[in-house]
């Protein structure tokens, strides 16, 4: 869903303007899809469940096998999410997509809000959790002073708890210095999830690095001088996106770890003058008690098959997960941001 005080999606502010090249950089990306004239990136989806059960790793593969063969395909990539989204012709169906091959019958787009379109199915995704930045919030204590008490009073116990945190910006390093440190905390956060970016997350990283250059921004939290956490953003202009985030499984000290990093991505935000930090999908109970909002979001699957459409229409009415986060209000009062705020 929207927030109430948000205004109308504009694509432009809210897409980010330096993913083009990432896109089509990233080790899964395909051809260019032209949709009513317009031209997007699209990509071979390849699945990944790091400790998943025997079946589901022979499932996983045979997804793989046929997205390698060009039967299924995605507009955007998944191992970029939230950075472009296309702009679909309502009432149309596949034959929108003007030089799909005819040998892929499936093609999917992650959309904002929520349509649906002939010969697709449409499922609601993890909504997108953004921060607009208010003019008057020239410090980050100007943030937390806009919080009531009780949101004040667990920011500064985050700030506290993880006190002995030491904080490097692991990018200004040459990438062999943190690079497979890095996948491997990726790797341990995602353990237990099927994920959508494939297995070689120190590549995956290296690619932002190299793609994005110093518009990629990656920080690493180190306790007794060990790598127990890290998190990466891209530097847009005036928004701030967030995307990879690893964290130590075990034995790791601080379990606010997770909070202050966040906490520290609006601190970065204020201090550089921007205007949106993009927080991305997950995690929307815990990233709105830091004043993020919802933004609705879904992704479209076309087919031209009769039978593949049947069955999932059947997987989005009976087997989609559905998403059940309660929203938390920890301002005071609503806040004039510095973009134009969403509506629907």
Not at 68 to 80: D, H, W
Not at 135 to 140: A, G, L, P, Q, V
Request: glycine share 6%.
């Amino acid at each position: 869903m929207f927030g109430a005080n948000q205004g109308k999606i504009e694509l432009t502010t809210f897409e980010c303007g330096l993913s083009d090249k990432l896109l089509e950089d990233l080790p899964n990306s395909a051809n260019i899809i032209t949709v009513d004239g317009k031209q997007y990136p699209s990509s071979i989806v390849e699945l990944h469940r790091p400790t998943g059960k025997y079946i589901s790793r022979a499932l996983i593969k045979l997804f793989n096998l046929f997205s390698q063969k060009g039967v299924i395909r995605i507009i955007g990539n998944t191992c970029a999410p939230g950075l472009k989204f296309p702009v679909l012709t309502s009432g149309k169906g596949i034959d929108q997509f003007e030089n799909l091959p005819n040998k892929c019958p499936i093609i999917a787009a992650n959309i904002l809000g929520y349509e649906e379109f002939p010969n697709a199915v449409t499922v609601k995704g993890e909504p997108f959790m953004v921060l607009n930045i208010p003019e008057d919030w020239n410090s980050f204590e100007d943030y937390t002073s806009a919080f009531t008490s009780k949101y004040r009073v667990r920011a500064k116990k985050i700030l506290k708890e993880t006190k002995e945190v030491e904080v490097k910006k692991l990018s200004d390093l040459p990438p062999n210095e943190w690079i497979a440190s890095c996948g491997n905390l990726l790797n341990q956060s995602l353990s237990t999830k099927t994920i959508a970016i494939g297995r070689n997350l120190p590549k995956l990283l290296s690619c932002y690095h190299q793609s994005l250059g110093e518009n990629f921004e990656v920080w690493g939290y180190y306790h007794a001088h060990e790598l127990i956490g890290f998190i990466s953003c891209i530097r847009d202009e005036n928004k701030l996106f967030a995307m990879h985030l690893g964290l130590k499984k075990q034995n790791n000290p601080f379990p606010k770890l997770y909070s202050r990093m966040l906490i520290d991505m609006v601190k970065w935000a204020i201090d550089n003058d921007l205007e949106r930090v993009n927080f991305g999908r997950t995690g929307a109970e815990i990233k709105s008690t830091l004043g993020a909002i919802p933004v609705e979001n879904s992704f479209v699957v076309f087919t031209r098959s009769r039978l593949l459409l049947i069955l999932f229409k059947v997987y989005a009415k009976y087997f989609q997960k559905k998403f059940i986060y309660t929203l938390r209000q920890p301002f005071k009062e609503p806040k004039k941001a510095k973009s134009v705020p969403f509506e629907v």
